[in-house]
């Protein structure tokens, strides 16, 4: 039987080049990187290359603004509970306005929840109009005098949709330029690092979540980029790693394969593109040459390519699922933290305000390893069961 992967989005396989320039920190080089000795200092110059590295792709000031930890959702929580912490106990807000979307990542929408819950935040969550995007106007008329951060995904995990980040960033700006108190600016990127420009100056954000194991690289290991003099309270505390930002020793294998994934995801963004927007065309053709009957749920004319999102109204998305998966195909019904719910695509049901819809629906994502006839053998199987 053959086996075809198309959950990309959840994540990707290590690539070889990563995998070679761990291997030396995990037996030879192995020393702890806050160690005096010298074989310690070989250790931090490898985290030290790994930073300015990922610091230099992104175009920002400074390596102390490149600060890594196990995962986008750590990074996530860090962003959003460490900079309302700072403005609730030590600016003293009796409340900090948090402006984002209702179709974030559950790394986004738990947090603010906890924050919510805890009676320091209060949230807006914006609906996204037809199209799957967050209207910047709407931002704009949110905006109270006690907002103090607007958090949004750049690429969205379940749909594809890319936000307008620039635009965004750009009327942020020049309200910032016009207010005594700054609205801070934090986007998702943990799906953005193969396709999108990732120049923290042209999206003007002050705070950025990136994700390894969704560029080839290792699992265990993200970071966030926080632009510096932007206020954070640390999570995790001890010992004064990552500038005293957050504790534990660095994992030196997981940052050198992050980086190398990183660079080469950069280098390659262009090729990367193309790829899959052939592969996505080829795949939406192909459903329509067998007549098999679906409507696109992605933005097609503002997405990543790597992401299409489909609904068919003669399933439900379990029971194609399930079929795929019987027949060596691998799809996801929505974003892979939320799998195991019972519960319909949340992302979907609010773009098309339908839970039926939902129901319907199903993310295929692609893979540089994806090929026209794992595409073809995709389409068979589609329109034996549609």
Do not use: W
């Not at 995801?265 to 192909?286: C, G, T, V």
């Amino acid at each position: 039987m053959r086996e075809v992967y198309l959950d990309y989005a959840a994540t990707t396989p290590l690539r070889k080049e990563a995998k070679e320039a761990m291997e030396i920190y995990f037996q030879e080089i192995f020393a702890n990187p806050v160690s005096l000795h010298s074989f310690g200092q070989k250790a931090l110059k490898a985290v030290d290359e790994a930073r300015n590295k990922i610091k230099e792709i992104l175009n920002a000031d400074d390596f102390r603004e490149i600060i890594f930890t196990a995962s986008s959702t750590e990074a996530n929580n860090y962003a959003l509970k460490g900079l309302v912490f700072y403005f609730y106990f030590k600016a003293n807000y009796k409340k900090v306005h948090v402006i984002t979307s209702s179709i974030e990542h559950p790394s986004i929408l738990d947090p603010l929840a906890d924050l919510e819950n805890l009676e320091i935040a209060e949230v807006i969550y914006l609906p996204p109009d037809k199209d799957g995007l967050i209207n910047p106007q709407l931002i704009i008329d949110n905006l109270q005098e006690n907002t103090a951060l607007v958090s949004l995904h750049y690429i969205n995990s379940e749909l594809g949709n890319r936000q307008k980040v620039e635009e965004i960033g750009n009327l942020l700006e020049k309200i910032n330029n016009q207010r005594e108190k700054k609205i801070f600016y934090h986007l998702d990127a943990a799906q953005a690092g193969l396709t999108e420009d990732l120049d923290v100056k042209k999206l003007k954000c002050d705070l950025m979540t990136l994700s390894s194991h969704k560029i080839y690289g290792p699992k265990g290991i993200a970071a966030l980029y926080l632009k510096l003099g932007t206020p954070l309270l640390r999570l995790i505390s001890g010992s004064g790693h990552e500038f005293d930002l957050r504790g534990g020793t660095e994992a030196v294998p997981l940052i050198v394969g992050f980086a190398k994934a990183f660079e080469l995801a950069y280098q390659e963004k262009e090729k990367n593109k193309n790829h899959f927007k052939e592969i996505r065309d080829y795949f939406l053709k192909k459903l329509q040459e067998e007549k098999i009957t679906f409507e696109v749920n992605t933005n097609l004319q503002n997405s990543s390519p790597k992401i299409l999102n489909l609904y068919f109204a003669s399933k439900t998305a379990e029971e194609i699922f399930l079929y795929l998966d019987l027949n060596g195909v691998y799809v996801s019904p929505g974003t892979a933290c939320k799998s195991r719910s019972a519960e319909p695509s949340y992302m979907v049901a609010e773009v098309f305000r339908s839970k039926e819809r939902a129901k319907k629906s199903l993310r295929f994502s692609f893979g540089l390893e994806t090929t026209f006839e794992d595409i073809d053998y995709l389409v068979s199987l589609l329109k034996k069961i549609l």
